[in-house]
């Protein structure tokens, strides 16, 4: 089984500034890793996902996360942020074998201050 | 890019009565589609698997006879909330994907509530 935990379940941020959103997964065998924006009353729009390759995978709105086996980790930043990132952020992992099946973790609600 | 439709939207209904949720691939066939409930503040839980033309795969404590869930075309999966209650209130999302990408597909979500 894997399962995904996102250590802090709130995240207020001065508008410019940036933010880290960490992401720490736990599994027995090769993951795929995603970050997921939800604004309010609205579904899971994906922000970026790492498959394979390079490390560090970007965004177009800003955004990148960077995957790091060794620590079991997907942290999502952010140099600068803008009042239209506030909302929810989902990370997610899913294990090849089993498709598209998706395991979230608890979400990181971020509140940008003008 | 593909476009998942989920219908309808909001929804509120009296207690005891059954409501019908629908989620439709617009743009690409979708053999497998994921039924997911959201409680407030909360992260999505994964309520059941569903493969086209067959039966869905529902995760421990969800009842199946209670969230009834068909998916009877590629275009096309349905979950039924039967004898809906106040405590089924909650906001359900549904993903589709294609057999050969590993990308997951969300509709808009819909928002009910059982009064």
């Known amino acids: 089984a894997q399962s995904v935990t996102q250590l802090d379940s709130q995240v207020p941020v001065f508008e410019e500034a940036p933010v880290e959103l960490r992401c720490n997964y736990s599994s027995s065998v090769s993951v795929y890793l995603f970050w997921y924006v939800q604004y309010p009353n609205q579904g899971l729009q994906l922000l970026l996902k790492?498959?394979?390759?390079?490390?560090l995978v970007k965004s177009i709105n800003g955004f990148e996360a960077e995957f790091n086996k060794s620590q079991t980790s997907f942290h999502l930043r952010k140099p600068s942020v803008h009042i239209s990132d506030t909302a929810e952020y989902f990370c997610a992992v899913s294990v090849a074998a089993a498709g598209n099946k998706l395991t979230f973790g608890g979400g990181t609600r971020v509140l940008v201050k003008p | 890019g593909a476009v998942v439709s989920q219908h309808p939207s909001r929804v509120i209904c009296k207690s005891g009565t059954s409501v019908k949720i629908e989620c439709r691939s617009l743009?690409?066939?979708?053999?497998?589609m994921f039924w997911y409930r959201q409680f407030p503040k909360q992260s999505l839980m994964l309520m059941a698997t569903?493969?086209?033309?067959?039966?869905?795969?529902?995760e421990q404590g969800v009842e199946k006879d209670k969230f009834l869930i068909n998916h009877a075309s590629l275009t096309l999966s349905t979950l039924t909330v039967t004898s809906a209650h106040p405590e089924d209130s909650s906001f359900y999302i549904c993903?589709?994907?294609?057999?050969?990408?590993?990308?997951?597909?969300f509709g808009q979500g819909t928002r009910l509530t059982v009064v």
């Open positions: 743009d690409f066939q979708a053999t497998t």
């Open positions: 790492y498959l394979s390759g390079s490390t």
């Open positions: 569903s493969n086209e033309g067959s039966k869905a795969t529902y």
């Open positions: 993903s589709a994907t294609r057999t050969e990408n590993t990308e997951a597909f």
